[in-house]
């Protein structure tokens, strides 16, 4: 069956320290994968797209890789701060289909 | 408008009763995704729309659920005789391109979110 994992316990960090997420799918092709960003009580915002055919895309401090042998996307916050904290969605596209499918999400707390 | 507009965005209503959820996608946007999250789950999928069809409503739970899009524009997700299980927070999504792909990132409102009694 198709799955997107991300882990299930939050990532407590320091601030100013890199907070990185792993996100890993099974019997997905995907063209392209996404990372948005979820607030307690809010919808997901979009942040980075990455596609297949790209090893690393940046954003400010954020970075995202994208290993489609391995069929792992790694999301890195580096300088971390208070306001990063929140719940980080990855998502992707399989060929053929038009509906984005979720990971579960995985929070992260930075500690002041 | 400016953003994914949606209403209400609380909505307590007790079992068996009708509910009506209401989102108004950002203007010229094609696409528009219904999705559901329930507490401490991910976002589950429901249906898509390309302008008023919709290609794929294989997502919705049963039928009680139902959804339609008109003008293009604003689409109401209805679910009839209302389950203690449907309580959730209902999320709707717009897009310009092909969802996942370039210029294919979805703009979610805030959610209804929905207690059933």
């Known amino acids: 069956s198709q799955k997107i994992e991300q882990n299930s316990e939050a990532l407590n960090i320091q601030e100013g320290k890199t907070a990185t997420l792993t996100c890993n799918y099974t019997n997905y092709s995907p063209a392209y994968l996404q990372w948005y960003r979820q607030d307690p009580g809010r919808g997901p915002v979009f942040l980075l797209l990455?596609?297949?055919?790209?090893k690393e895309k940046r954003k400010e401090r954020l970075k995202v890789t994208f290993d489609t042998t391995l069929k792992q996307s790694l999301f890195h916050i580096t300088a971390s701060q208070p306001a990063d904290s929140a719940t980080y969605l990855c998502?992707?596209?399989?060929?053929?289909?038009?509906?984005?499918?979720f990971g579960k999400g995985n929070q992260v707390v930075v500690i002041p | 408008g400016a953003g994914v507009s949606q209403s209400p965005s609380n909505k307590v209503t007790e079992k068996g009763k009708d509910v009506e959820l209401r989102c108004d996608p950002i203007?010229?946007?094609?696409?528009l995704y219904w999705y559901r999250q329930s507490l401490g789950q991910g976002l589950e999928f429901l249906i898509y729309f390309q302008g008023n069809s919709a290609p794929d409503k294989s997502g919705l739970p049963s039928d009680r659920f139902s959804a339609e899009r008109t003008g293009g524009s604003v689409s109401t997700l209805t679910i009839q005789r209302t389950q203690q299980e449907d309580s959730a927070v209902y999320l709707c999504?717009?897009?310009?391109?092909?969802?996942?792909?370039?210029?294919?990132?979805?703009?979610f409102g805030e959610g209804s979110r929905l207690t059933v009694l």
């Open positions: 999504a717009s897009s310009s391109g092909l969802a996942g792909g370039v210029g294919g990132e979805l703009f």
């Open positions: 998502a992707l596209r399989p060929y053929g289909n038009n509906r984005l499918a």
């Open positions: 203007s010229g946007h094609t696409a």
């Open positions: 990455i596609r297949e055919n790209e």
